[in-house]
């Protein structure tokens, strides 16, 4: 039975699940019924970082332009430019067996495609959460809803995996960003 999560709480992901080793970050969402006049397009992404915090090559930001990172340990399966139906609108696979031993933490963000051009923004969206299910057998892990605690902001830090020792864990995030990806990649060391 999976963990359901708050804002702040952090939960094991590997002592408690030995021999857990691929995951799928899950990421989901439903679009407030409104009369904008342009389609949404809501994006996942995840940020590989340092110790730091901070993300030490782009080739470590992964999402709908660079869809894995370099060894293969986290891979975007492709995006949905729609959010309709049931069930994950965006997924990201990880092996976290094979994640370079540099990188301390994946964030994993959900933001607004052209938000600001569209007149977008959170307080439009509803029903978003984000899950963690073991590759092989499907089950869901861990669940995090993020509620409707947001309304100007275009972009999402919903939670991120880190490591403690040998083990990973996972913490739901919840923070939101006015200034969509851009303000996230500026806040992780990217430049765009």
């Known amino acids: 039975m999976a963990i359901n999560l708050q804002k702040g709480q952090k939960v094991d992901l590997t002592k408690t699940n030995p021999g857990l080793t691929k995951i799928v970050v899950g990421l989901g969402w439903d679009v407030n019924k409104y009369d904008g006049g342009k389609d949404f397009d809501l ?30 340990s986290v891979f975007y399966t492709g ?8 069930g994950d609108d965006e997924q990201i696979k990880v092996d976290l067996g094979i994640v370079p031993s540099g990188i301390s933490k994946i964030s994993f963000g959900i933001t607004i495609h052209e938000a600001q051009e569209r007149n977008q923004n959170f307080g439009q969206v509803s029903n978003a959460y984000v899950r963690v299910l073991n590759e092989a057998t499907g089950e869901e892990i861990i669940r995090y ?21 040998a083990e990973w864990k996972f913490n739901a995030i919840g923070s939101g960003y006015q200034n969509g990806l851009a303000g996230l990649c500026k806040d992780f060391g990217l430049d765009v």
Not at 79 to 86: E, I, K, P, T
């Open 79 to 86: 995006d949905n430019r729609s959010g309709a139906g049931d």
């Open 43 to 72: 994006d996942a992404s995840a940020f590989m970082l340092n110790s730091e915090g901070k993300v030490t090559a782009d080739t470590n930001f992964i999402f709908y332009n660079n869809p894995q990172s370099p060894e293969g």
């Open 145 to 165: 809803d993020l509620g409707e605690d947001f309304s100007i902001e275009t972009a999402i830090v919903v939670g991120e995996l880190y490591r403690n020792n």
